[in-house]
C-alpha cells in the first residue's frame, strides 16, 4: 500500500521503520487561551511533559455509586449483552468493554458534556470538540484480561483515519485502583514519538483486537526503549479518581489476578478541526461506535449537572 500524501505518521507497514518524532504540540491552545482555563501553568507542563495527568477524587462517591449500578445493570440486559459494541472476554459472556456508552447512557451523555471536563478540554485541544469513542470496561476479579502496550492515536489513525495527534483520552476509576488489581500502565514522555508498526490491517480486525490487540503493537525493542529513556508510571487511587491522557501517549495493563474487580468509564474528545478521513491502513471505516463520524458537532456544556440524579 503506498503512503498517502496527507499520512504524517505512516504505520501498519510490511517491514520496520523508524520511530517519528511527533510533528503537532501536545498543548493546542495559545496565548489567553491556554492561561484561562481550569488547569493551571505547572498542570499544563506536567501534561507536555508526561503525557498525562491524574486527579484523585474527581468524582464524588454517590455519582461513582451510579456509574456502578448502570454497569451492573448493563451486565443483566441480553439486549446490551447481543449489541455489537459490547465486548466480551474470550471464549465467555463476561462483559469487557460496552461502547458508544455516552448514547446508551444519559448519565454518561451528561459527564461528557460536564463543564469541569470540556473546559480542560478546550484547554489542550485549543479548539471545540466532540466525543470520539467511550466505553465502560469491565476487568473482572480472578481472571480479567489485559491490554497490550499500544498509543491510541496509532490506531485511530490506521483505522478511523484520524489525520494528527488532536484528542484526548479521560479514564475515571469506577472501582478503586490498586497495584494489585491491574491498573492502567503509562510511559511519560512516550506521547513525543510516534512509533510505527508492522503488519498488513485485515478488514473489520475490530472484531478480535478489541478482545486481543495483536496488531498496532509497537515491537518489544522499540517498548524496551521507550520504558529504559522514561520509566513506567501506574496511577492508583480511589474510585472516583481521573486520569487524563494524550492520544499517543503508550499505555497498557495488566491481567486482574486480585479478587478485586477494575471498572473505569473511559471517553475520548477529537478536536473539530480534526475530523476522520479516510482510514490509513487503507480499509473501510470502523463502525460509529469506534470511530465517531456521524455526530461530530462541537459539545456544549452543560451547567451544574447532577450526575447523580439521572436515570
Not at 460536564?114 to 478540554?121: E, G, Q, R, S
Not at 491510541?152 to 476509576?173: C, K, L, N, Q, Y
Not at 471505516?285 to 449537572?305: C, H, K, S, Y
Request: negative net charge.
Amino acid at each position: 500500500m503506498e503512503t498517502r500524501a496527507d499520512d504524517f505518521y505512516p504505520t501498519r507497514l510490511e517491514r520496520p521503520a523508524a520511530p517519528i518524532d511527533r510533528l503537532d504540540p501536545v498543548i493546542h491552545s495559545q496565548g489567553k487561551d491556554r492561561t484561562s482555563g481550569p488547569l493551571s501553568e505547572a498542570e499544563l507542563a506536567m501534561y507536555e511533559r508526561d503525557g498525562f495527568l491524574v486527579f484523585n477524587n474527581f468524582l464524588d462517591k454517590e455519582t461513582v455509586k451510579r456509574f456502578r449500578e448502570d454497569l451492573e445493570a448493563y451486565e443483566d440486559d441480553d439486549s446490551v449483552l447481543r449489541s455489537e459494541g459490547t465486548i466480551t472476554e474470550t471464549g465467555k459472556q463476561e462483559i469487557r468493554s460496552v461502547f458508544g456508552i455516552h448514547e446508551l447512557s444519559p448519565r454518561f451523555d451528561k459527564l461528557t458534556r460536564n463543564p469541569a471536563i470540556l473546559d480542560m478540554v478546550h484547554q489542550l485541544l485549543g479548539s471545540d470538540a466532540y466525543i470520539h469513542q467511550s466505553r465502560i470496561n469491565f476487568k473482572p476479579g480472578f481472571h480479567g484480561k489485559g491490554f497490550d502496550w499500544h498509543s491510541d492515536f496509532e490506531t485511530w489513525h490506521a483505522e478511523d483515519g484520524m489525520p494528527r495527534m488532536r484528542a484526548v483520552s479521560f479514564s475515571i476509576a469506577l472501582t478503586d485502583n490498586t497495584p494489585f488489581n491491574g491498573p492502567l500502565m503509562l510511559i511519560p514522555g512516550s506521547h513525543k514519538t510516534f512509533i510505527p508498526c508492522v503488519g498488513r490491517t485485515p478488514e473489520d480486525n475490530y472484531q478480535s483486537s478489541l478482545k486481543k490487540q495483536e496488531l498496532g503493537v509497537p515491537s518489544n525493542r522499540d517498548l524496551k526503549r521507550m520504558a529504559d529513556n522514561y520509566g513506567i508510571k501506574a496511577p492508583t487511587g480511589p474510585a472516583g479518581s481521573l486520569i487524563v491522557f494524550e492520544c499517543n501517549t503508550l499505555h497498557a495493563s495488566n491481567a486482574n489476578m486480585s479478587p478485586w474487580p477494575r471498572s473505569n468509564l473511559f471517553f475520548v474528545y477529537n478536536s473539530v478541526e480534526n475530523q476522520l478521513t479516510q482510514p490509513f491502513c487503507g480499509n473501510k471505516a470502523r463502525p460509529d461506535f469506534l470511530g465517531n463520524r456521524t455526530n461530530t458537532r462541537a459539545l456544549q456544556p452543560l451547567q451544574a449537572p447532577d450526575l447523580s440524579e439521572v436515570g
